[in-house]
């Protein structure tokens, strides 16, 4: 079992910035993909970023390909986003997820544990 805690959410202004950590704790998640996807209102869960836990390989969907940045510290145990150049359409509920096949996939569906979110909210 992994379980994840996400903090750093907030209220920011467009253009402004914040990085969210994740948390992670339990057996084994060294071997495994941590992935970021987030909610809007009235939208589908959404890939965002992700990162192989061991060699540090990531992706980034195009939305936030050099805004949003993914990395991880072994000795805390703990994934970032950090997040720059923010715009109102990135408010949402950010969730960190880990995926024990490792695949990076930017589906929610491959992912096995989820973190209960953060709220972002970016005003205009």
């Known amino acids: 079992q992994v379980q994840l805690v996400e903090s750093g959410g907030g209220l920011v202004q467009a253009g402004g910035s914040l990085r969210l950590s994740c948390a992670v704790s339990g057996r084994s998640f060294g071997t495994y993909a941590m992935g970021w996807f987030r909610q809007g209102p009235g939208k589908e869960r959404e890939f965002v970023s992700a990162i192989r836990w061991s060699g540090g390989w990531t992706r980034h969907a195009d939305s936030v390909k050099g805004r949003f940045t993914i990395s991880r510290d072994h000795a805390k145990n703990t994934v970032y986003l950090q997040m720059n150049s923010l715009k109102p359409e990135d408010t949402a509920v950010y969730y960190c997820?880990?995926?024990?096949?490792?695949?990076?996939?930017?589906?929610?569906?491959?992912?096995?544990?989820w973190g209960q979110g953060t709220q972002v909210t970016v005003s205009s």
């Open positions: 997820a880990a995926d024990k096949e490792s695949t990076m996939s930017s589906s929610y569906r491959q992912y096995d544990y």
